[in-house]
C-alpha cells in the first residue's frame, strides 16, 4: 500500500550514513526505491526544532511457531503503535515515526529471520522511517510494551501470543470524534490496465481500513457518512481490468467498500490531500512457473547443470547462494541429473524436492528437509503432543454477558455433539434470567470463545416491507328495450270515430294499465304486443318513453314504450400493508372480517367454525452481503362473496414468491388483468331485423368491465444508528 502525506513548504534534506559493502549498498538502494514507489513526500521541520524521541536500537527474533518478532526500543514511551503500510511488490513493510530520530548509528541492517530479510532505518528532518524488506506480504499487528513497540510477523503458526490478524490501518481517525462524508466515488482506467477506485473525501482526516477478505478487497470508512446516491453497485467489467464490480454501501456509521477482482492481481492504495486511491494492477503470468501452479517465485534466479549428483550436493549449493541454513535428514540419499538455466532458487529447490519425494519444514532461518513420509509422521507425532498437552492443561469457567443474542440458542451451538466448538472438557451454561453464558474450558479454547462472542453477539439488521395491492376497475353497461302492444275492443262502434294521442312516462304512468282507461281494467296479456324491456343495473330501473293512441270510444288501444339504462363506473382500491421484521424473521399483518360458519363434527354435531376473509402480508427477508434483499413473500387480499347455502364465499387474491430487490427498491412481483365483453340480443325474429323500426321487437344488452389487480413491494433496510433510537 502507498500513502501520500502532505508536503510542507520548506526544502527537503535527506541524510544518509555510511554505507559498506556491495550487500549493504543494494540493500540502500531498495528502501530509496520503496520510498520512491511509496510517493511519501517526507517534511523538513524549521531551523532549530528537534525530535523529542529516538529510537535506540531495532532487533528480530523467531518466535515459537514461525514468528518473527521485531523490538523497536525508543527512549520515551510512544503515545500508540506507529502507522504501518505494505507493498506487495516487492514485498515492504514501512512504520513511520513522527518527531523521532535514528539513534542506532546505522541505517541497514541484515537480520535474514522467517520472513524477514533485512531492515532500513531512514531518517528526514524529525520523522524516521523503518522498512522492512520481506520475502513475502503476510499479516502483522504492532503493540506497544513500555517504551519498545513489537512488531509481529505471521509465520507458518500465526500470529504470535494467538492474536488474529488484524484489518491493515491505512490511515487513523485524527478528527477527535466528528463525523466524515464521502463526496463521489469514481472508477478509471490506467494505460497500463489497472483500475483506479477514486474515493473523494470531505477531509483528509478520515480513519480508513483496507483488507483483503477472501478474493476481494474491502475498504472501510471509519464515522462516515455517504449519501444515498452513492449507495450503489458499479459495474465496471466493460473498463478490461481486473475490477469487475465495486459494492458501496452505509452500516452504521462506517461506509464500506468492497472490490471484486477477477484473475491475477495486486493492489496498493494511497491518499493525496481529500483524495483515497485504491489501484488494482493485473499481475502478468510468470513464464518460470511450471505448470501453471498457484504459488509465485520471488527468489533471486540461479543457473543448474549437473549430471548424476547427490541430492546433498544439490542442497548444498542452494544453501550457499541463498545463506540459509538447511539441515538434510540421514535419509535423504539418491542422485539426480539437472540442468536449470535462470531460474528462481525457491523453484529450484521446488522442482528437487518434487523429483525425489522430499518436503520441508521452515523455522526462521533454518531449513529442514526429509521424506514426505518422514515429516508427516513428526507432524502427526507432534499434534498427538499438542493434543496431550491440551488435555492436561487446566481448565478456568469464564463469564460472557449477551446483549442481542440469545443465550440459549448459544448453548446449543457450542455444545452441538455433530459440530462441538469447545473442548472434550468444555462446557456451557446459562442464565435465563440475565441472559448470561458461563463457559467453563482451556485459556486457548477461551480466548476463540471470546472472538466468536464478539462476531455474534452484534445488533441483527431490520428491514421495513411495504407492499401495495392496487385494484383498478372500469365498468361499461348499457341496456335497450321496448314494449308494443294492441288492443281492439270494439263492440258495434264505428271506424271512424277520431283518435286520441297521449304521452307520458311510462305505460303505467299514462294510465293504460289503471282503471282510468277503461273497465273493467285491460292488461297486457289482453293485447298482442311485444313484451322485451331493459333489464335493471345494479338495482336501478332503466328510463321510459311511452305512447298511447286510442278512440274516442276507448275500445282501440296502440301502446308503445321505450326504455334505456346506462351505467359507467370507474374505481380504484390500494390497501397498503407495511412490517418492520429482523433479518430472516418472518413476520406476518392482516386486516379483515372472520366469518363464522356451521361445520358438521365426528358425531353427529354441529359446530361453529370461522373463515377468513382478511388482507394480509406474511414475509421471510434476508439481506445479502452486497445490501440487496431476498423477501420469501405471501400476500393475500380476500373478501366477502355471494351468499350460497352453505354460507357465504370468499374471493380470493393471493400470491407466494420469492424474489430479490435491491435497497430501496419497488418491483411489481404480481398482477391479474381480467376483460369482461358481452352483447346480448332478444328480439322477435324477422320483424327484431326489420331496418328503422326494427328496436320496437327487440332488447339489447351491452356490457364492457375491466379490472386489474398489481402488486407491488419495496423493502428498505433500516440504518443501524436510526433502529436503534
Known amino acids: 500500500m502507498k500513502r501520500t502525506i502532505p508536503q510542507r513548504e520548506a526544502t527537503r534534506t535527506l541524510s544518509v550514513g555510511p554505507v559498506r559493502g556491495w550487500n549493504a549498498a543494494r540493500v540502500m538502494l531498495s528502501a530509496l526505491l520503496a520510498l520512491a514507489i511509496a510517493g511519501t513526500a517526507l517534511a523538513q521541520v524549521a531551523p532549530g526544532e528537534q525530535a523529542s524521541n529516538a529510537i535506540q536500537s531495532v532487533t528480530a527474533a523467531v518466535a515459537q511457531g514461525g514468528n518473527v518478532l521485531v523490538r523497536i526500543t525508543l527512549k520515551e514511551p510512544p503515545r500508540a503503535a506507529p502507522n504501518g503500510f505494505q507493498i506487495t511488490n516487492p514485498s515492504r513493510l514501512s512504520f513511520d515515526f513522527p518527531n523521532t530520530a535514528n539513534a542506532t548509528g546505522r541505517n541497514a541492517q541484515d537480520v535474514s529471520q522467517g520472513d524477514l530479510r533485512s531492515l532500513n532505518l531512514v531518517q528526514v528532518g524529525d520523522r524516521t522511517r523503518l522498512v522492512l524488506n520481506m520475502t513475502r506480504t503476510v499479516p502483522y499487528e504492532a503493540r506497544v510494551e513500555g517504551n519498545t513497540i513489537v512488531v509481529a510477523l505471521q509465520g507458518a503458526g500465526g500470529i504470535a501470543a494467538g492474536v488474529a490478524p488484524a484489518p491493515t490501518r491505512f490511515a487513523e481517525d485524527t478528527s477527535g470524534g466528528r463525523q466524515h462524508r464521502i463526496l463521489n466515488i469514481d472508477f478509471r482506467r490506467t494505460s497500463e490496465g489497472a483500475g483506479n477506485v477514486v474515493i473523494d473525501l470531505a477531509d483528509n482526516n478520515t480513519g480508513i481500513d483496507v483488507r483483503q477478505q477472501g478474493r476481494n478487497i474491502v475498504v472501510e470508512f471509519q464515522r462516515t457518512q455517504m449519501p444515498q446516491h452513492l449507495q450503489r453497485r458499479l459495474d465496471v467489467t466493460d473498463f478490461s481490468t481486473p475490477v469487475q464490480f465495486i459494492n458501496a454501501q452505509q452500516s452504521g456509521d462506517t461506509v464500506r467498500l468492497e472490490i471484486q477482482p477477477r484473475g491475477q492481481w495486486e493492489q496498493s492504495a494511497y491518499q493525496a490531500d481529500n483524495r483515497f486511491i485504491l489501484e488494482v494492477k493485473p499481475v502478468v503470468e510468470d513464464p518460470t512457473r511450471l505448470g501453471g501452479g498457484q504459488r509465485r517465485y520471488t527468489g533471486d534466479k ?60 521452515k523455522t526462521g532461518n533454518v531449513m529442514w528437509i526429509a521424506p514426505r513420509d518422514e515429516l508427516a509422521t ?106 308494443l302492444g294492441v288492443m281492439d275492443r270494439r263492440v258495434g262502434d264505428s271506424l271512424a270515430n277520431s283518435t286520441r294521442l297521449t304521452l307520458g312516462g311510462n305505460l303505467e304512468s299514462t294510465g ?135 354460507g357465504p364465499a370468499i374471493n380470493t387474491r393471493q400470491i407466494s414468491t420469492q424474489v430479490l430487490v435491491e435497497n430501496g427498491g419497488t418491483v411489481v412481483i404480481g398482477g391479474i388483468y381480467t376483460q369482461d365483453s358481452r352483447q346480448t340480443v332478444n328480439k322477435v325474429p324477422v320483424l327484431g331485423d326489420i331496418p328503422f323500426v326494427g328496436f320496437l321487437f327487440r332488447d339489447r344488452s351491452i356490457v364492457d368491465d375491466k379490472r386489474e389487480l398489481l402488486i407491488f413491494v419495496t423493502p428498505r433496510v433500516l440504518n443501524d444508528r436510526l433502529s436503534l433510537r
Open 302 to 361: 540461479l543457473s543448474l547443470n549437473f549430471q548424476n549428483v547427490e541430492v546433498r550436493a544439490v542442497l548444498q549449493v542452494l544453501a550457499d547462494f541463498t545463506g540459509l541454513n538447511i539441515i538434510t535428514s540421514d535419509t535423504v540419499s539418491g542422485n539426480l541429473t539437472l540442468r536449470l538455466k535462470d531460474v528462481p532458487w525457491d523453484q529450484a529447490m521446488d522442482i528437487i524436492l518434487q523429483a525425489k519425494g522430499l518436503d520441508m519444514r
Open 512 to 646: 293504460f294499465l289503471t282503471s282510468q282507461i277503461a273497465t273493467p281494467i285491460p292488461t297486457l296479456a289482453q293485447s298482442l304486443g311485444v313484451n322485451l324491456p331493459a333489464q335493471t343495473i345494479g338495482g336501478a330501473r332503466p328510463g321510459a318513453f311511452s305512447v298511447v293512441v286510442f278512440n274516442d270510444s276507448l275500445s282501440r288501444f296502440l301502446n308503445l314504450e321505450v326504455q334505456a339504462l346506462q351505467a359507467e363506473g370507474r374505481g380504484r382500491i390500494v390497501s397498503s400493508p407495511r412490517v418492520i421484521t429482523a433479518d430472516q424473521i418472518e413476520a406476518t399483518i392482516e386486516q379483515g372480517t372472520e366469518i363464522p360458519f356451521q361445520q358438521a363434527t365426528a358425531s353427529g354435531a354441529t359446530a361453529i367454525s370461522f373463515k377468513k376473509a382478511t388482507l394480509s402480508l406474511k414475509v421471510r427477508p434476508q439481506i445479502t452481503p452486497d445490501g440487496n434483499v431476498i423477501m420469501s413473500l405471501n400476500v393475500n387480499n380476500d373478501s366477502v362473496g355471494q351468499n350460497t347455502q352453505s
Open 378 to 483: 513428526r507432524d502427526k507425532l507432534e499434534a498427538e503432543s499438542r493434543q496431550q498437552l491440551a488435555d492436561l492443561e487446566q481448565v478456568r469457567t469464564e463469564t460472557f454477558q449477551l446483549n442481542y443474542a440469545r443465550a440459549d440458542a448459544f448453548q446449543k451451538i457450542l455444545t452441538d455433539p455433530q459440530q462441538r466448538v469447545l473442548s472434550r472438557r468444555g462446557s456451557a451454561v446459562i442464565d435465563p434470567r440475565t441472559n448470561t453464558l458461563f463457559i467453563q474450558d482451556t485459556p486457548s479454547k477461551l480466548d476463540e470463545m471470546r472472538r466468536l462472542v464478539r462476531q455474534i453477539d452484534v445488533p441483527v439488521r431490520q428491514v421495513m416491507i411495504e407492499a401495495r395491492v392496487v385494484e383498478a376497475a372500469d365498468t361499461f353497461s348499457r341496456n335497450l328495450g321496448a314494449r
